[in-house]
């Protein structure tokens, strides 16, 4: 029992249940709690209510406890004056509150309190579980005489507990008590029978699947669940009961998952209170650090101050004390008058030189009168409004803005990059953490973060085939961390993905096509020999259709690549064929074929049509001018032009199953299957590709990849 102490408390005083009500929402609340949240708060509001307030019965009056009876008459009696709201009237101030639980708004209406279910099953459950909690402390006859003795048996129609003897002085044979229920010790008297709320006198015989909740069968016939979907309250005990088993069920079969969740959300716990002292002794450090500093500054402006000030006071002292001397009989002027009392001349003129110079300027002192020193500190004066704004303004560094996964750059495969910006004038931030999950239909899946990421992209590896994945990326700046950006979700590619680089021996033309330095690309030009056949050029009969495919060829397996294809190109034929059709193409020797010349041209000369049915060594799809043709005759499409061409996707994607001999394009960007068809899969199939006029094709970095490194190496 005591393992469940958290599902038995309160959500508003935070202690045991206490008759449990049922609100509409289903979740319990104490009898006192409810009054607390819905009635006044005012305690004189209640002071002058008297018994003769109360009205006829209510259900609540099998509660035995008087305050509960008494408080249910205050609410009846409140709810039904129309008036509204007095100072120490009856009269409740709100009939709505929020759930402490759900926070969703409960309105009780007209009847208050009253049309609220007691929920006994948990007020059992408390009990038992009090009961549990003081096993040694025993339950007393109600009826014996001092000293009472243990009781052995509670009745459930008396609400009382009895000892042996006072039970059968109470309930004797042959008298109608005697066929009173009778149970184990107890002080948890619940009713017989659950009763209607609105209808006192109706049992409740119904569920209504709407409010949720028992009623009796007036509710049905004319209260306020008239028109609503009712049933039994037996269908409605076995559906419940067969739900809360099968959900109980699940919840015991994850319980390695849980267990497994809790040990992740103690390392969490550990970590949080680990990195929370960290952070706390840093910003004990960082403000130690800047007391040190301010008093250091302190000590060195009061010091030159100091100096200042002392420096200032000698020269005005000096000036003051020969100021001083000029006065009578004393100083500078009572020396001059003992000079002058010197008889001999010599002596006289000796002294009397250097003397009335120092008069002189004695007077010239006089009539432009300048301090030595100014007395005003003003250049000391401290401005410390911009320190004191940076101070008030301290904080832990802003929240970083929510990054933006770039979906243009992101591509996502057997392995994913995912790369994402910063929304314009926005601060750096010091790292990231990129989150992804799977998304299953049938079972929820758990975010896994990556390692922290120090740039703006993350490869992401082991992805599922034929899956579809959600990601999200949120920034670090001085361990703030930003919101998570908006999810975006990827879709893998139905089969692994095949690397390969374009062949530049096999049935190669120089002249018309240029490879990139990587044999990543490939670009077709005007040759010599469209000059050279200029006359033939002319009746527009005859056009180079020059053929590349890729280096490593498919046996087994389904196997999926993508490219793109410049929107300038003329016309590139794009798709899959087996080494019997490349012998064909590039063994036969013809400088120039005709539109005619293949069945799957792109061009309408019927005989598409004639031969589609036929498993062929090889098919091709046409694009070119911004578009994408779909072959006449295919499933996937009508005989109308509208319906066979379609935009050209920015990335295209080719799978190959060679064991069900199929081949599928995809729209790459958003794995969109535009078009499939059988294929006989004889030999070796490759990856075939043919382009007219001006026109280029790049694969994809993440199909060229391993097969770049395989080259690397072997050089």
């Known amino acids: 029992m005591k393992s469940i102490e958290r599902e038995l408390i309160c959500p508003v005083c935070?202690?045991?249940?206490?008759?449990?009500?049922?609100?509409?929402?289903?979740?319990?609340?104490?009898?006192?709690?409810?009054?607390?949240?819905?009635?006044?708060?005012?305690?004189?509001?209640?002071?002058?209510?008297?018994?003769?307030?109360?009205?006829?019965?209510?259900?609540?009056?099998?509660?035995?406890?008087?305050?509960?009876?008494?408080?249910?008459?205050?609410?009846?009696?409140?709810?039904?004056?129309?008036?509204?709201?007095?100072?120490?009237?009856?009269?409740?101030?709100?009939?709505?509150?929020?759930?402490p639980g759900c926070q969703h708004d409960i309105d009780l209406g007209e009847r208050g309190i009253s049309m609220l279910f007691r929920n006994f099953t948990l007020e059992t459950i408390v009990e038992r579980y009090r009961q549990a909690a003081r096993a040694a402390v025993a339950i007393m006859c109600n009826l014996c005489k001092p000293p009472p003795q243990e009781a052995t048996k509670s009745c459930m129609d008396c609400k009382a507990s009895y000892c042996n003897e006072c039970f059968k002085v109470h309930h004797p044979w042959g008298t109608p008590k005697a066929q009173h229920e009778y149970v184990g010790p107890t002080t948890n008297f619940r009713p017989k029978v659950l009763m209607c709320p609105e209808h006192e006198m109706e049992k409740v015989n119904m569920y209504c699947e709407v409010c949720r909740r028992p009623v009796c069968h007036l509710c049905k016939l004319g209260g306020s669940h008239a028109n609503h979907k009712v049933t039994s309250m037996t269908s409605a005990y076995k559906i419940l009961k067969e739900k809360l088993s099968k959900s109980i069920h699940y919840l015991i079969s994850k319980e390695d998952q849980v267990k497994t969740q809790i040990c992740e959300l103690e390392v969490l716990i550990t970590q949080t209170e680990a990195n929370g002292e960290h952070a706390e002794r840093q910003v004990n450090q960082h403000f130690e650090s800047l007391f040190e500093i301010l008093q250091e500054r302190k000590t060195e402006m009061l010091k030159s101050i100091e100096v200042s000030k002392t420096t200032r006071l000698d020269k005005l002292r000096t000036q003051r004390e020969e100021y001083q001397g000029m006065l009578e009989n004393s100083g500078l002027v009572g020396y001059a008058q003992?000079?002058?009392?010197?008889?001999?001349?010599?002596?006289?003129?000796?002294?009397?030189k250097q003397?009335?110079?120092?008069?002189?300027?004695?007077?010239?002192?006089?009539?432009?009168f300048h301090p030595a020193a100014d007395p005003s500190f003003d250049e000391f004066d401290l401005d410390f409004s911009k320190e004191e704004s940076l101070l008030k303004d301290m904080c832990f560094g802003s929240i970083p803005d929510e990054p933006v996964i770039n979906q243009s750059l992101s591509r996502v495969y057997n392995e994913g990059l995912i790369c994402w910006d910063l929304p314009e004038d926005s601060s750096p931030t010091d790292q990231y953490i990129l989150e992804y999950k799977k998304l299953d239909n049938e079972e929820e899946t758990s975010w896994q973060a990556s390692e922290k990421v120090f740039g703006s992209s993350k490869v992401v590896c082991n992805l599922d085939p034929n899956s579809e994945y959600s990601f999200r990326v949120k920034g670090y700046r001085n361990s703030v961390s930003s919101p998570f950006s908006a999810e975006v979700t990827f879709h893998t590619p139905p089969g692994s993905v095949f690397s390969f680089l374009f062949d530049d021996k096999c049935g190669f033309n120089p002249d018309r096509l240029i490879l990139g330095k990587k044999r990543e690309s490939v670009e077709s030009v005007a040759g010599l020999g469209l000059l050279l056949g200029s006359e033939r050029v002319q009746t527009g009969s005859f056009?180079?259709?020059?053929y590349i495919i890729g280096d490593t060829g498919i046996s087994r397996g389904k196997h999926f690549w993508a490219f793109r294809v410049e929107p300038y190109s003329y016309m590139v034929k794009v798709g899959v064929a087996s080494d019997t059709k490349l012998q064909e193409w590039f063994h036969n020797p013809r400088d120039t074929s005709s539109p005619r010349y293949d069945?799957?041209?792109?061009?309408?000369?019927?005989?598409?049509?004639?031969?589609?049915d036929l498993s062929q060594p090889f098919t091709l799809v046409t694009i070119g001018m911004g578009k994408l043709v779909i072959p006449k005759g295919s499933t996937t499409a009508a005989g109308d032009y509208t319906s066979r061409v379609l935009p050209m996707p920015p990335r295209i994607g080719i799978c190959l199953?060679?064991?069900?001999g199929m081949v599928y394009f995809y729209d790459a960007d958003n794995m969109k299957c535009l078009y499939e068809r059988q294929v006989d899969c004889t030999g070796t199939m490759y990856p075939a590709f043919g382009l007219m006029g001006s026109g280029a094709v790049h694969l994809e970095e993440c199909i060229t990849a391993k097969r770049l490194a395989y080259t690397e190496e072997v050089q």
């Open 657 to 660: 199953d060679y064991d069900k």
């Open 14 to 99: 935070k202690e045991l249940f206490t008759h449990p009500l049922i609100l509409p929402c289903q979740h319990s609340v104490c009898h006192k709690c409810v009054k607390e949240l819905l009635l006044l708060t005012h305690e004189d509001s209640w002071t002058d209510v008297g018994s003769e307030s109360s009205t006829p019965g209510s259900p609540r009056s099998r509660i035995p406890s008087p305050s509960i009876e008494r408080l249910d008459r205050l609410v009846r009696s409140g709810s039904n004056t129309t008036s509204g709201w007095k100072r120490n009237s009856l009269t409740p101030r709100i009939t709505t509150f929020p759930c």
């Open 355 to 368: 003397l009335h110079t120092r008069i002189h300027k004695a007077t010239e002192s006089l009539k432009t």
């Open 338 to 352: 003992e000079v002058l009392k010197e008889t001999d001349q010599s002596c006289f003129v000796q002294t009397a």
């Open 599 to 612: 069945h799957d041209s792109g061009h309408d000369s019927g005989s598409e049509d004639t031969c589609y």
């Open 543 to 546: 056009v180079y259709l020059d």
